[in-house]
């Protein structure tokens, strides 16, 4: 739904180019991120889909499924145990910091900073040090912080 809702796949009909909003009319399959955390592991699952990798099945007889995605091929998105989703990377909105407060929740006594380094070690899909210091420096068009769908300028 993540997917839908953030305009990067597009499901249509294929006569009548009607978009649709379910996610049931799809069966998308996702890689399972795994870290090298027990914590993360074991309260999180994060997902990663990829558009050269991972399929999707539909009727293509009745839809059409679009990608909408200019330079990157991959979102990952984390889930919670409560179902919550946290979008990570080359959605339109990061939910990073909403993410690391709900790992907070697990380490009580422990900062941002501690839990962004935390990440860091131990997810290797997420180039937690280019969100970093694209945010501390203030430079918030590199392509570790904006959306996929953005274009990225060549000056």
């Keep these: 739904m993540n997917l839908i809702e953030d305009g990067i796949l597009t499901i249509q009909g294929k006569n009548d180019k009607n978009k649709y909003y379910d996610p049931e009319l799809i069966d998308i399959q996702f890689d399972i991120v795994k870290t090298s955390s027990i914590y993360l592991d074991e309260n999180f699952k994060i997902l990663k889909f990829n558009l050269k990798k991972n399929d999707v099945k539909y009727d293509r007889d009745k839809l059409v499924v679009l990608f909408n995605s200019s330079f990157c091929d991959t979102y990952i998105l984390a889930i919670d145990s409560e179902n919550n ?5 080359g959605f339109s909105k ?8 709900s790992i907070k929740k697990i380490f009580h006594d422990k900062s941002s ?6 990440l860091k070690d131990n ?10 210091k694209s945010v501390k420096e203030e430079k918030l068009n590199s392509k570790c912080v904006i959306p996929c769908s953005e274009g990225i300028s060549s000056h």
């Design 113 to 118: 900073k501690y839990i962004l380094n935390y």
């Design 94 to 101: 990061n939910d990073l910091l909403y993410f690391i407060n």
């Design 123 to 132: 997810v290797q899909e997420i180039d937690f040090d280019c969100i970093y």
């Design 85 to 89: 989703s946290y979008k990570l990377s």
